[in-house]
């Protein structure tokens, strides 16, 4: 196996479980050492127990990414325990059921809070670890997107649609201090919390349905997400910024 980010330093938003814990455990097989900021506590500290066995070890620190003074203490807690930081993935989110909402003014509180989650978390989150990633001379930053970007119109559509935009704008305005930013559009993968919505009895039938609609016919999975990660933020992409990148077996993107 390669070890393209030896020496190096990444955090994931979110990264207690599902997509964020396999990009943990990838990164960590080939040399980086991790920071796990995910808002559940336990999630995090288990996590950063099975970086352990793989041998790189981490760090937990437990804080929404909607709390703008908590992400400057995560970034300051990242050089206090590593002293750089080179990579990070903005992967938390509202997703699911919890992200498709009634479109009335009863519902606005919920439409904030996924916005604020998936777009304003990335944008904090981005911040907070600018500085921190300029002085270890650049880094690459993933932002979490969906294929549902370009094809629904609730709240999690718009939240992620936002977030592609998000990704231009700060690959402009992060270029100059070296910081690469891209995003990775997944369609629906295997996940714990995407299975068990699937197996939903109200959703029978759904992920035949997706895989049907693809052009590559077969179910997507975490690894297919971490294979384009570990890319996105090696070397290997150097001249990549400002993409977000659909990973969905051709889903989005296909000629009739
Ligand atoms: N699973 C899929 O099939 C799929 C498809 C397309 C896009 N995505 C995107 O991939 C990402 C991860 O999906 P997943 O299925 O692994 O999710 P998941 O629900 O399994 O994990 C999300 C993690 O984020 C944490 N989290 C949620 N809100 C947070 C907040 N405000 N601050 C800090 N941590 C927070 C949760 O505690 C959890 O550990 C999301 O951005 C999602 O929109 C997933």
Redesign the pocket.
Known sequence: MSRRFEGKVAVI??G?????RRYAHRLAEEGARLVI????PE?GARVVAELEQIGNGGLSVP????DAQAAAAMADATMAAFGRLDILVN?????LDHAQLPFTIEAIPEWRRVLD?NII?GLICATACRAAMAASGGGSIIN?S??AAYSGGNAYAVSKLGLNALTVGLAAQFGPDNIRVNGIA????D????VEWMNHPDRKGIQDALVGGQVIKRPGTMEDLANMALFLCSDEASFITGQTILVDGGFTKKAY
């Open positions: 938003t979110g207690g479980a599902g997509i964020g900021a995910d808002f559940d999630a804080m929404d990414v909607t992967n938390a989110a509202v997703h989650v978390g979490q969906s294929m997944p369609g629906l993968v996940s714990e919390a995407a």
